[in-house]
């Protein structure tokens, strides 16, 4: 009993001192996208270890090629909301929810939506794909082992981010969103809101 009160208070004195050295706790492994669910690959790609992903910056950048082969600049849209949506095509939210962006692209003079599919696909599949799952918005194919270094690495899909018009992420979301969803973070936010 005696021994079990010394090591209480000699931990408790090591927790006071600013000095003392600190455990290390073992980095976690990055969390890999779901996998798949019908006829995509059985395995899916994942995070190879690394360091800690630094925090991202208050304004992030963006610059990627899209399917249709053009380059997309996220500052180049400054003054609109754009949706910066991580998405795949094995991901039923994503799917669910990819018709409603569209139509918030359509439909609000003031949003914008970019698509960034995270998973190992080749252009000609994902334009497969896109024929029977139409959006007005653009695409573009990101590298898994190497995706956007201003956005964290999805933790699970869909990884929504919704930018301001003065290019700083005003939400974040993780999972399916809704045009409703958009709409209230953009009024919270002090942007416009729907008619």
């Not at 408790?12 to 003392?20: D, H, T, Y």
């Not at 024929?131 to 590298?143: G, L, M, R, S």
Request: glycine share 6%.
């Amino acid at each position: 009993m005696k021994r079990f009160a010394l090591t209480c208070a000699a931990l408790l004195l090591a927790g006071c001192n600013r000095n003392a050295p600190q455990p290390v706790q073992a980095p976690q492994p990055a969390m890999a996208p779901a996998a798949p669910a019908s006829s995509a690959p059985a395995t899916a790609p994942t995070t190879p270890p690394g360091p800690a992903q630094a925090a991202s910056p208050a304004i992030p950048s963006l610059k990627v090629k899209t399917l249709d082969g053009a380059q997309y600049d996220l500052a180049a849209h400054r003054g609109k909301w754009v949706v910066v949506n991580f998405w795949a095509t094995w991901c039923g939210p994503c799917l669910k929810e990819m018709p409603e962006l569209s139509a918030l692209d359509a439909m609000r003079e003031y949003i914008e939506v970019i698509g960034l599919a995270y998973e190992d696909i080749k252009p000609a599949e994902m334009t497969t794909f896109l024929k029977t799952h139409p959006v007005v918005y653009p695409i573009a194919i990101i590298d898994v082992y190497a995706p956007p270094p201003d956005f964290a690495s999805p933790r699970g899909l869909p990884m929504t981010y919704l930018i301001a018009p003065d290019g700083k992420v005003a939400k974040q979301f993780l999972g399916p969103v809704t045009a409703r969803d958009i709409d209230a973070a953009i009024a919270a936010a002090g942007g416009p809101k729907p008619a």
